[in-house]
């Protein structure tokens, strides 16, 4: 299997091109390493990806149409596509929504047109995210909820894509699966990410901002889950039936909802240092909790996930440490 997985360079795309190299599949890695947050971090994790038998990179936006086709002539053999590469960020919508509609839209759109050229193509992989659930109040969120009223920009572009990737299933019998990710977290994160920062923050000696008290919920999912979640579904496309188009979307998350307030007590034990906390009220554009129903997506695969927060944290932790005596 050849697979090409864009946004090689960020957090779930590397762990996910390291999973399928590990078990000897080829990997044609893409990304544009923009300078959303710190380049050093991107081009370290396609360092651990380098030189190993099977990947391949290639320096392309998504949202390039014409490097896109190049890419489609120069690596025929694409069986399958994990596409993980996006503008990230609730709150960062809010501030750069052009960057959300030229990455989430178009450089949808234009994976979308490259999978349906490639000939030897299986099955599109693509990362939704928990967002699209918006204003939805019953908990947990399950894929037949209704999802049309999203609260931030990025949470309207997920939607948006799964909508193209639904009409791509109808008109091209284009086989896709939309995972709906919980809140990943773990080593090599992104460090615009809440328990990132935080530990950033603690170690420095600076303040962190907590909202409603810490009683903020999320469904946070170790990485390593997430990457069982995301290759398991990558072997099993769909196929059509009943004159219904070969696409469906799963959430994929740790079925368990823990506070904000519990993961800053983590991540003070893990690093040894009290935080500075600031209270504040929770902004218009994040949800008061999140939690996944998973049934569709481990009766599928086996998906279940293994790693409670109060296991991942300290792992998390550690890697940080580790990460900061390289760049300080």
């Known amino acids: 299997m050849t697979v090409l997985v864009t946004g090689a360079a960020g957090f779930i795309g590397h762990h996910v091109a390291r999973a ?20 050093r971090l991107k081009r370290a994790r396609l360092d651990r990806l380098a030189g190993r038998p099977g990947f391949r990179f290639h320096a392309i936006d998504i949202a390039d149409r014409a490097a896109m086709a190049g890419l489609a002539a120069a ?17 960062y919508s809010m501030v750069a929504p052009f960057a959300y509609a030229a990455s989430n839209l178009m450089g949808h759109l234009v994976i979308l047109e490259t999978a349906r050229n490639l000939r030897r193509l299986r099955h599109l992989v693509y990362a939704s995210s928990s967002s699209v659930y918006g204003a939805n109040r019953t908990l947990p969120f399950a894929e ?12 309207a572009t997920k939607r948006a894509d799964e909508l193209m990737s639904h009409a791509y299933g109808h008109l091209y019998g284009l086989p896709q699966t939309g995972l709906r990710f919980f809140t990943v977290y773990g080593p090599w994160g992104r460090p615009d990410m809440a328990y990132f920062s935080f530990a ?31 290759v398991g579904c990558l072997d099993r496309p ?17 079925n368990q909802a823990e506070s904000v307030s519990a993961l800053v007590a983590l991540l003070e034990q893990a690093l040894g240092r009290q935080a500075v906390v600031r209270f504040a009220p929770r902004p218009a554009a994040d949800v008061e909790e999140t939690c996944a129903a998973v049934e569709a997506i481990s009766a599928l695969t086996g998906f279940a996930p293994r790693t409670p927060l109060s296991e991942g944290i300290p792992r998390f932790a550690a890697w940080l440490l580790a990460w900061r005596r390289t760049i300080l």
Do not use: C, M, W
């Open 20 to 39: 399928l190299l590990d078990r000897g599949e080829r990997v044609v890695g893409i990304d544009n390493l923009n300078d959303y947050y710190d380049v």
């Open 75 to 91: 690596e025929p053999g694409i069986t399958g596509i994990v596409h993980l590469a996006a503008q990230a960020g609730v709150r």
């Open 144 to 155: 037949a909820d209704r999802v049309d009223t999203p609260l931030s920009l990025y949470a």
């Open 200 to 230: 950033e923050a603690i170690l420095r000696g600076e303040p962190i901002t907590v909202y409603d008290e810490g009683r903020v919920k999320r469904d946070f999912t170790y990485i390593d889950d997430i990457v069982a979640g995301v």
């Open 238 to 254: 769909p196929a059509a039936a009943a004159g219904a188009p070969p696409v469906r979307l799963l959430n994929i998350g740790n």
